[in-house]
């Protein structure tokens, strides 16, 4: 006698259950994979992270001193003196120069003409931002007769028929001196990795009627002087022509 077939449909229904509670209890009974490889990728990568950030902190070095500013400068910005600056590169175009303020002051040049510096080169030896900007400019001196090894620890790219650097002398009033400086990153206390340093040179104007002047030019300083000089950008030749 065949059983009724409604008792066929509640075993099949039952067998099912319980199958599928036997296999949910095996499947929970193993270990899971991926949480364990996600669990352990992730204490991996936070462990690698947290090396390699030691590892950079530890090998960073401490930032180079703030250089001391020139006895010219100091003074005449104590005594609120007009100072002479050695323009080079794009502050050797007027407008660029008289909008060089980052406080949104225009600056007002006293006088602007151009003037040659004996025993300096016009270099591009301040690290930049590559392939870009691979350098900026900057005054550098050149060898002495009477030094034999040169004064100065960077390359020129090309050979100068004459040992001087020609650019723009600009009579400034201590304040937009200062404005000058600080959109060079010169002259803050609490920056010690400016990229450049004040020098004093000897500024000799085309007018011959004129006298030579002490001037302040910026030069790169150790820390991100190249040892050679890179090709200068495009950009950066555009604005000297």
């Given at each position: 006698m065949k059983p009724p077939i409604t008792i066929l449909l509640l075993a099949a229904v039952g067998a099912c259950l319980v199958g599928g509670v036997a296999a949910s209890s095996k499947t929970s009974n193993k270990p899971r994979t991926s949480t364990i490889i996600s669990t352990s990728a992730s204490t991996s990568t936070s462990t690698s992270t947290s090396t390699s950030a030691s590892s950079v902190h530890a090998s960073s070095a401490p930032p180079p001193p703030s250089p001391e500013r020139p006895a010219l400068v100091r003074e005449c910005l104590e005594k609120k003196r007009d100072i002479y600056y050695f323009g080079l590169g794009s502050n050797m175009l007027r407008s660029k120069l008289e909008n060089r303020s980052i406080c949104g002051t225009k600056i007002q040049p006293k006088s602007f003409e151009p003037a040659v510096v004996p025993n300096y080169r016009l270099a591009f030896n301040m690290r930049g931002?590559?392939?870009?900007?691979?350098?900026?400019?900057?005054?550098?001196?050149?060898?002495?007769?009477?030094?034999?090894?040169?004064?100065?620890?960077?390359?020129?790219?090309?050979?100068?028929?004459?040992?001087?650097?020609?650019?723009?002398?600009?009579?400034?009033?201590?304040?937009?001196?200062?404005?000058?400086?600080?959109?060079?990153?010169?002259?803050?206390?609490?920056?010690?990795?400016?990229?450049y340093e004040e020098v004093v040179v000897t500024a000799i104007p085309y007018d011959q009627r004129k006298r030579p002047v002490q001037a302040i030019a910026l030069r790169a300083r150790d820390h991100v002087r190249l040892p050679q000089d890179p090709a200068p950008s495009l950009r950066y030749m555009t604005i000297l022509r």
């Open positions: 931002f590559p392939p870009l900007e691979p350098g900026m400019g900057s005054l550098e001196p050149l060898p002495t007769d009477d030094d034999d090894s040169s004064s100065s620890s960077s390359k020129a790219l090309l050979q100068y028929d004459k040992p001087e650097c020609h650019g723009s002398l600009v009579c400034l009033s201590a304040d937009d001196y200062e404005r000058v400086m600080r959109s060079e990153g010169v002259g803050n206390a609490n920056n010690p990795n400016a990229g």
